[in-house]
């Protein structure tokens, strides 16, 4: 049975966006996998990115979301504000990405709110 909704996994399938769903103990999400990274901005052109679904997802927001590799920017070769923290998720050490979500609408926003807002964490990051 996929975590997503149907609309979640016809989006990214139509975006051509590789996606894992992930259970890790009580724990759900999806790895999107490969996904380019704003060109020239950091030390590496893709990342794995990890979305942590909550247990009344879609109803309710993910948060924050997570990275590998651990994403620095290659101006001034440091990481990005609030991604300092680092969790272990499905046997690896992901940075995470402090970008908390308060407009989320249930019944309106899906997987493509959160891909959005985490292209442009990943393109306004400074």
């Not at 139509?14 to 759900?28: A, L, N, S």
């Not at 109803?59 to 680092?86: I, N």
Request: charged residues 25%; proline residues 10%; aromatic residues 8%.
């Amino acid at each position: 049975m996929s975590l997503l909704p149907r609309p979640d996994r016809r989006y990214l399938d139509e975006r051509g966006i590789t996606v894992r769903e992930v259970v890790d103990g009580v724990k759900k999400g999806v790895i999107l996998t490969g996904i380019p990274l704003p060109e020239g901005k950091y030390q590496v052109p893709l990342a794995d990115i990890l979305i942590l679904l909550p247990p009344s997802y879609p109803e309710v927001a993910p948060d924050m979301f997570y990275a590998v590799p651990h994403l620095r920017l290659v101006a001034g070769q440091c990481e990005p504000r609030c991604t300092e923290a680092r969790e272990t998720h499905v046997d690896q050490v992901w940075q995470r990405w402090s970008r908390h979500n308060n407009e989320w609408r249930p019944g309106i926003d899906g997987i493509w709110t959160m891909v959005k807002r985490v292209e442009r964490a990943l393109e306004v990051a400074a």
